[in-house]
């Protein structure tokens, strides 16, 4: 075995005397520095580490009030974090990637900040870490008061080793709990800025770019439009949704018990959520187990006749037009006595583009009438449109028609467009669809996480996610507001929250997704 203070003494006084010595003698020099740099290194390679030097944690629970700041970020990107101090790194590293934002697409690794590189002791291991062979122990089996005890004590976690996002955290206080503390006591304190997107080239590079999206007299503007299209950095509002934060670590805390829950319902035995969370790869399942937790789905859903009233009204509405039956057109559409009379009362304000006066012209009814068919009650008949038995059944009980339709959800029912469908109940059931943006982003990487390549941009390939299960979607929005169009103006549409983000529209989606519904 190589000796390492005498490697380190003989690359010591080659580096000193390769000032002096310039001449002939130059590349000699240079060989020997190299040898002496590559016997060190050989010499720290080979050299025994030390185990590492874990604490005793405490004997009552305790929490942890930690500070985690994002190396190299200015001015800093941070989050204050309430956590017990009993948790695994496992989870740490799951409350970290939520706590900021990170998607969990790249690896990661915790170090000893006063030995980052492992070069001391043996490291700090993930599953990944085992299979190649290191030296450690995993991360499952350690927790976190293993490491920091005293204020001032501190851990490194780096994540993504391409883009290098470096994290410190930092032990701000520890206190006895009040309560036995469980995963699901986490919590997100304070904090400012928000993560940085993925794949964008480290913190630096993120900086660099974020200051010019910012500044558009900036003289790079215009070389970096394409790179502040694709990370969504136009008229970026730097700062953190603290509430939405708090969501994410919920979702983490709820995760295993879901997932669990899901794998007991497989293959029809439940909610048809569960074979499509199935087929992904197990983080992929968590990460989607913790929507299904925060929807908790796991819980009975409860609906009274007055929010059935409103769920159902706008269907209610065309049945009651459809009556005994309605005649249609030889093209099969509605007539146009019908059209007027059906959108003088589904769009009194008259926000329909155009006259209403012909169903193929009047997108929304259309759509209603299809969803309509699709959810089993109408059907063409000898040029007539007719109420199915369901439908004369169903059409004066709004809870019967309410419970029809939560059965009868996802609308779709073929391929990727029901995949799709599915995971949109799921967003809207955990109460995260914001705006109709902010919907589409989160169906692009929901079902790009559950392995599904469509077409169209987004950041993960999958944009036109949001449009592949209108007419659930559109059954979902008149349940959330009771009314055929959106009133608002199509800007006002897409920024502000949607007709999803209601009770009506949750509920629902709940049903859709709960079994024995």
């Given at each position: 075995?190589?000796?390492?203070?005498?490697?380190?003494?003989?690359?010591?006084?080659?580096?000193?005397?390769?000032?002096?010595?310039?001449?002939?003698?130059?590349?000699?020099?240079?060989?020997?520095?190299?040898?002496?740099?590559?016997?060190?290194?050989?010499?720290?390679?080979?050299?025994?580490?030390?185990?590492?030097?874990?604490?005793?944690?405490?004997?009552?629970?305790?929490?942890?009030?930690?500070?985690?700041?994002?190396?190299?970020?200015?001015?800093?990107?941070?989050?204050?974090?309430?956590?017990?101090?009993?948790?695994?790194?496992?989870?740490?590293?799951?409350?970290?990637?939520?706590?900021?934002?990170?998607?969990?697409?790249?690896?990661?690794?915790?170090?000893?900040?006063?030995?980052?590189?492992?070069?001391?002791?043996?490291?700090?291991?993930?599953?990944?870490?085992?299979?190649?062979?290191?030296?450690?122990?995993?991360?499952?089996?350690?927790?976190?008061?293993?490491?920091?005890?005293?204020?001032?004590?501190?851990?490194?976690?780096?994540?993504?080793?391409g883009d290098d996002w470096e994290h410190t955290l930092t032990l701000e206080a520890a206190e006895p709990a009040v309560d036995e503390p469980t995963d699901a006591t986490v919590r997100c304190l304070a904090g400012q800025r928000l993560g940085p997107p993925e794949n964008i080239g480290g913190i630096h590079n993120y900086e660099r770019i974020l200051a010019v999206a910012l500044n558009p007299r900036d003289p790079e503007y215009s070389d970096l439009i394409e790179e502040i299209s694709y990370f969504d950095l136009f008229?970026?509002?730097?700062?953190?949704?603290?509430?939405?934060?708090?969501?994410?670590?919920?979702?983490?805390?709820?995760?295993?018990?879901?997932?669990?829950?899901?794998?007991?319902?497989?293959?029809?035995?439940?909610?048809?959520?569960?074979?499509?969370?199935?087929?992904?790869?197990?983080?992929?399942?968590?990460?989607?187990?913790?929507?299904?937790?925060?929807?908790?789905?796991?819980?009975?859903?409860?609906?009274?006749?007055?929010?059935?009233?409103?769920?159902?009204?706008?269907?209610?509405?065309?049945?009651?037009?459809?009556?005994d039956g309605l005649p249609l057109t030889k093209a099969g559409y509605l007539q146009p006595a019908a059209v007027i009379a059906l959108m003088a009362e589904l769009d009194p304000e008259q926000k329909t583009y155009g006259k209403s006066n012909r169903e193929a012209n009047t997108r929304p009814l259309l759509d209603l009438r299809e969803t309509v068919t699709d959810l089993g009650l109408v059907r063409k008949y000898r040029g007539m449109l007719l109420p199915t038995k369901l439908g004369l059944a169903v059409r004066e009980?709004?809870?019967?028609?309410?419970?029809?339709?939560?059965?009868?959800?996802?609308?779709?029912?073929?391929?990727?467009?029901?995949?799709?469908?599915?995971?949109?109940?799921?967003?809207?059931?955990?109460?995260?669809?914001?705006?109709?943006?902010?919907?589409?982003?989160?169906?692009?990487?929901?079902?790009?996480?559950?392995?599904?390549?469509?077409?169209?941009?987004?950041?993960?390939?999958?944009?036109?996610?949001?449009?592949?299960?209108?007419?659930?979607?559109?059954?979902?929005?008149?349940?959330?507001?009771?009314?055929?169009?959106?009133?608002?103006?199509?800007?006002?549409?897409?920024?502000?929250?949607?007709?999803?983000?209601?009770?009506?529209?949750?509920?629902?989606?709940?049903?859709?997704?709960?079994?024995?519904?």
């Amino acid at each position: 075995m190589t000796d390492l203070e005498d490697a380190r003494r003989r690359f010591l006084a080659a580096a000193a005397a390769a000032g002096a010595d310039s001449g002939a003698d130059g590349d000699a020099d240079a060989d020997s520095r190299l040898q002496a740099m590559q016997d060190a290194a050989r010499a720290r390679r080979d050299r025994p580490k030390k185990p590492l030097p874990l604490l005793t944690p405490p004997a009552t629970p305790t929490r942890f009030r930690v500070r985690v700041d994002l190396v190299g970020s200015e001015p800093p990107i941070w989050r204050r974090l309430s956590l017990p101090s009993h948790l695994t790194l496992d989870r740490l590293h799951d409350v970290l990637q939520s706590a900021f934002g990170w998607t969990n697409s790249h690896l990661h690794q915790f170090t000893l900040t006063g030995d980052p590189h492992g070069e001391e002791t043996v490291g700090i291991l993930t599953p990944f870490d085992v299979e190649e062979g290191d030296e450690g122990v995993l991360e499952s089996e350690l927790r976190f008061d293993h490491f920091l005890a005293s204020t001032g004590d501190t851990l490194r976690y780096t994540y993504d080793f391409g883009d290098d996002w470096e994290h410190t955290l930092t032990l701000e206080a520890a206190e006895p709990a009040v309560d036995e503390p469980t995963d699901a006591t986490v919590r997100c304190l304070a904090g400012q800025r928000l993560g940085p997107p993925e794949n964008i080239g480290g913190i630096h590079n993120y900086e660099r770019i974020l200051a010019v999206a910012l500044n558009p007299r900036d003289p790079e503007y215009s070389d970096l439009i394409e790179e502040i299209s694709y990370f969504d950095l136009f008229s970026i509002t730097d700062d953190i949704d603290l509430d939405a934060i708090n969501r994410g670590l919920d979702r983490v805390a709820r995760a295993d018990a879901a997932l669990a829950w899901l794998r007991d319902r497989r293959g029809g035995a439940g909610s048809p959520i569960a074979d499509l969370i199935a087929g992904v790869h197990e983080e992929a399942q968590r990460y989607l187990a913790g929507f299904v937790g925060g929807a908790r789905l796991m819980e009975p859903v409860e609906v009274d006749e007055a929010a059935a009233e409103s769920a159902t009204l706008v269907i209610r509405t065309f049945l009651r037009h459809v009556g005994d039956g309605l005649p249609l057109t030889k093209a099969g559409y509605l007539q146009p006595a019908a059209v007027i009379a059906l959108m003088a009362e589904l769009d009194p304000e008259q926000k329909t583009y155009g006259k209403s006066n012909r169903e193929a012209n009047t997108r929304p009814l259309l759509d209603l009438r299809e969803t309509v068919t699709d959810l089993g009650l109408v059907r063409k008949y000898r040029g007539m449109l007719l109420p199915t038995k369901l439908g004369l059944a169903v059409r004066e009980s709004p809870l019967a028609l309410w419970h029809h339709i939560a059965a009868r959800l996802p609308v779709e029912r073929d391929g990727q467009a029901r995949d799709a469908a599915l995971l949109l109940l799921l967003l809207v059931a955990a109460g995260e669809v914001g705006t109709f943006i902010t919907l589409g982003k989160s169906l692009d990487l929901a079902t790009a996480v559950a392995g599904m390549q469509l077409e169209g941009d987004g950041r993960y390939g999958n944009g036109s996610a949001v449009y592949k299960p209108r007419h659930t979607r559109e059954a979902l929005e008149w349940a959330g507001s009771a009314s055929l169009q959106d009133p608002r103006p199509f800007r006002l549409q897409m920024s502000a929250p949607s007709r999803l983000d209601s009770i009506g529209a949750q509920t629902l989606a709940r049903a859709a997704l709960t079994p024995g519904r």
